[in-house]
């Protein structure tokens, strides 16, 4: 089991030197997708060896910048590396006037399509940011972030040993910027390792977060064994990028090659993924709400005569009110605030409107409120597009209600759509029946942070 080429297998971590980099607490960030221009300056501020300068660099040559910088600071000892290990990564934190731990354990995985069924996406991605990724992972060689991967495991040995590494004093320790606690302690012991390669053997696991980053790592992995000459060794490292999506399932890359990939040892045949058991007491989803930028009159005046018609409408005048509401109803209900209206919650009349409108997607996918929304509101009545939606245009997300509310008020946005957040039991029926929910549809609380850990693929 722990032998090359198992499917779990311990990673030579890249970590921070603090005794040359500084507090961690400056030196972590949230994930690519969270920054904006206004916190990477932030950050890039906080310290001059923010992994910012990894993830998201601001440079004319962004990639080729990363590059040169992780390999500085690695030639500076800003960077260490440590023996391979796996290691257990806590996050706590407050929510609601909760308290609460969420527990995953970070390792290397190896690489399979998702045609295989052992991992497997649950939403779409948009082809702008895995070509970003890709160019990254390229040019640095290593992955900066982890994937975040749901399992489902009933080994007693597994959770004993959490509990046990739990107990013991953190390797890395930082608090972020909203107050959450990250811990990491290091698993080394080859009994403890083998534990955890037995547990999750053969664990189904779900994309829950980095969608973008597994896909790239599966194109990456492709790239490298198209370019390996007799020796083993990289023959090009100009191919250009390819991204175009495979047909046997819609998350899927092209394949470059017949032999599937991640049927070797080689370290791009794997990723680094942070693993959190379904039924951890500390697996948050927080909902993930929609602002359409901009609107023409016309779409504005047909969304207004036609919603009712499938639609049955509350309206509130204090969109307080009906975001209170909205959370209380649950799922069903989609809050809605439109230029120049009241704010309301929509209530489909019928689910055969759906089922009539788009007979084309599963069943399980049909039923979500954000499937409801993206066919019979943005697609039909505003006029935007799933192929609009794919290449990131006209639509920003949040999940924060109050950033969703301001957007609305402050005119930012001529429309906002509100939504419960799906459960993992919809995630887990939608990826079981080899569908994919829309883009964005999932936000997990808190993110992994970037920082913490890195993954060299050399």
Request: proline share 6%; hydrophobic share 40%.
């Amino acid at each position: 089991m722990s032998g090359r080429g198992g499917r779990v297998q311990p990673f030579p971590a890249l970590v921070f030197n603090r005794e040359r980099a500084g507090h961690l607490k400056d030196l972590i960030a949230p994930p690519y997708d969270l920054i904006d221009e206004t916190l990477q300056q932030q950050l890039y501020a906080r310290s001059p060896h923010n992994i910012v300068r990894l993830e998201l660099n601001r440079d004319a040559d962004p990639y080729g910048s990363a590059a040169a910088t992780m390999a500085r600071w690695i030639d500076e000892g800003i960077l260490r590396q440590l023996p391979p290990a796996i290691f257990l990564y806590t996050q706590a934190f407050e929510l609601d006037g909760r308290r609460l731990i969420r527990t995953g354990w970070v390792v290397r995985i190896r690489l399979e399509e998702f045609e295989r069924g052992h991992i497997l996406p649950h939403e779409r991605t948009f082809p702008k940011a895995k070509e970003d990724r890709l160019r990254l992972l390229r040019a640095t060689r290593a992955n900066i972030s982890p994937v975040f991967g749901l399992y489902r495991s009933g080994s007693t040995a597994l959770k004993a040993l959490m509990a046990a590494v739990a107990g013991r004093p953190p390797l890395l320790e930082a608090t972020d910027d909203l107050g959450i606690l990250h811990q990491v302690r290091r698993v080394e012991s080859p009994a403890e390792i083998a534990v955890v390669q037995e547990a999750l053997e053969s664990s189904q696991v779900l994309i829950a977060d980095g969608h973008h980053r597994y896909e790239t790592a599966l194109e990456y992995c492709r790239l490298m064994r198209a370019n390996l000459g007799d020796t083993g060794r990289v023959q090009n490292r100009t191919q250009p990028l390819h991204s175009s999506s495979s047909t046997r399932h819609p998350g899927t890359i092209r394949q470059l090659s017949d032999k599937p990939a991640g049927s070797d040892f080689r370290p791009e045949a794997y990723v680094m993924m942070t693993l959190v058991a379904l039924d951890d007491p500390g697996l948050v989803i927080l909902p993930t709400h929609r602002l359409v930028r901009v609107l023409d009159q016309a779409r504005l005046e047909l969304y207004k005569a036609r919603v009712h018609e499938k639609f049955e409408i509350e309206e509130f005048t204090d969109a307080e009110a009906m975001i209170t509401q909205l959370k209380q109803r649950g799922p069903g209900y989609i809050g809605a605030i439109i230029r120049n209206s009241s704010a309301a919650i929509l209530h489909l009349r019928d689910q055969d409107f759906m089922s009539r409108a788009s007979p084309e997607i599963q069943p399980e996918v049909r039923g979500l409120d954000v499937a409801v929304l993206h066919k019979l509101i943005l697609d039909e009545l505003l006029g935007i597009t799933p192929e609009t939606v794919r290449q990131g245009e006209n639509i920003a997300y949040t999940h924060d209600r109050h950033v969703a509310l301001q957007a609305a008020r402050s005119g930012a946005a001529a429309a906002v759509f509100l939504l419960n957040p799906p459960t993992v039991f919809d995630i887990e029926k939608i990826t079981n029946a080899g569908a994919l929910m829309p883009e964005k549809s999932t936000y997990f609380y808190p993110k992994l942070q970037t920082g913490l850990l890195m993954n060299p693929l050399y």
